[in-house]
């Protein structure tokens, strides 16, 4: 019988925790019946499926300047515990997903108490929109980057980074959710009824700085095409944020809770009008024309300007390397603006077409690594141990 196969993980939050899942899942498959030890950092569900825990997830589950300075002693112990544990652990791979801020310090504490140990990083720092030198510092103590997007392998390469590989994104695996069946399809195209997705963002900077302008924009949309429906997916712990928000506004949404309902609006929406972020990505593989906007307060815009090097900020325009979602950035994000490009989106005219064509050659581009992300990572990192399942 094969000894088993030793992996660590570290993942510091919910959505690291899902990718671990689907590794540990296709990792088990690929193997067989090997057995497989398992150590790190996770949430209950990667402890259900057989994680002994270095220590709580909610130590270092933490976000925010402010929330990352209070709780700085745990999160620097944390990290030596972390390392500690791994290299006593001695796995045949060290996985660290997301959370750059704490797993590249562990791996680089891991790299210094046990050089052997591969060292494989799922999720790619965003160094091609900010602070690239972050690149080249990887180096020494990450063997093989797994990336979600697929212009980082070369951005990395141009940055002198560890080598790259494009795994696929997740949300491949999920059209089926985000797309519509004929019923709503039939809601999606109605032009004189439409359902518009408003997504003021997931943080309370995002909300403070956009909802102003986002419920004066909806209300000019509202007096253009009177038939609208506007649905504003909500994240739990923010709606009452929210609700307290839109309570003034001319054009009152419909707030709704929960991912089900999120996933019900997005196959409904003809349009959306989106704080900038990943849910542009979400939006064109829904085939949702959208119009992003992005506020925030003077001194963090300036920082911006100075710090990201990119054209643009909007995930769908880099993967197809030009502009297709409209972009609204500080002062050109104005009510008049943001609902005439939305206006344009939502009627049956070039503007909206351009959209979607161009979501279609997204969906080409991140397609090209396959349809299981996850099986994908599992490939790219056996391969770099030139390990076979016994």
Not at 65 to 82: H, K
Not at 106 to 126: D, E, L, Q, T, Y
Request: charged letters at 20%; one cysteine or more; proline letters at 8%.
């Amino acid at each position: 019988m094969s000894r088993p196969f030793r992996l660590a993980i570290i993942a510091g939050e919910a959505s690291g925790d899902a990718l671990a899942l689907r590794f540990l899942a296709s990792l088990r498959s690929r193997f067989g019946s090997r057995e497989i030890a398992l150590t790190g950092v996770g949430g209950q569900g990667l402890i259900d499926a057989g994680m002994t825990p270095l220590f709580a997830q909610a130590d270092i589950a933490v976000m925010g300047f402010g929330p990352v300075i209070a709780r700085l002693p745990l999160l620097l112990r944390r990290m030596e515990d972390a390392a500690k544990g791994v290299a006593a652990f001695q796995p045949d791979l060290l996985l660290t997903i997301d959370s750059p801020d704490f797993c590249l310090r562990v791996a680089r504490k891991v790299r210094a108490r046990a050089p052997s140990i591969p060292i494989v990083h799922w999720v790619c720092p965003s160094v091609w929109a900010w602070r690239p030198g972050r690149a080249r510092q990887m180096v020494p103590h990450i063997d093989r980057i797994l990336a979600l997007l697929p212009f980082e392998p070369a951005a990395l390469e141009r940055l002198h980074g560890p080598k790259t590989v494009y795994v696929g994104h997740p949300l491949i695996e999920r059209l089926s959710d985000l797309r519509p069946d004929t019923a709503e399809a039939s809601i999606r195209g109605d032009v004189a009824n439409p359902v518009v997705l408003v997504l003021p963002g997931s943080r309370r900077s995002e909300i403070n700085h956009l909802m102003p302008v986002f419920g004066e924009a909806i209300a000019r949309v509202s007096a253009a095409v009177p038939g609208a429906r506007f649905v504003l997916p909500a994240v739990p712990h923010l709606r009452g944020l929210i609700a307290e928000a839109t309570s003034g506004w001319q054009t009152q949404p419909e707030i709704v809770e929960g991912e089900a309902a999120k996933l019900d609006a997005f196959r409904n929406a003809r349009a959306a009008l989106a704080a900038s972020g990943t849910v542009t990505l979400e939006l064109a593989l829904s085939q949702v024309p959208t119009v992003a906007a992005y506020r925030g307060a003077g001194w963090e815009a300036a920082i911006a300007r100075r710090l990201i090097k990119l054209p643009s900020v909007i995930l769908p325009n880099l993967i197809l390397g030009r502009s297709v979602v409209p972009e609204f950035i500080q002062q050109t994000a104005t009510a008049q603006a943001l609902s005439e490009s939305l206006l344009a989106a939502l009627a049956d005219g070039p503007a909206r077409q351009e959209q979607l064509a161009g979501f279609d050659e997204v969906e080409t581009i991140m397609r090209s690594a396959g349809a299981s992300p996850a099986a994908n990572a599992v490939e790219a990192a056996l391969a770099l141990l030139e390990t076979k399942p016994a």
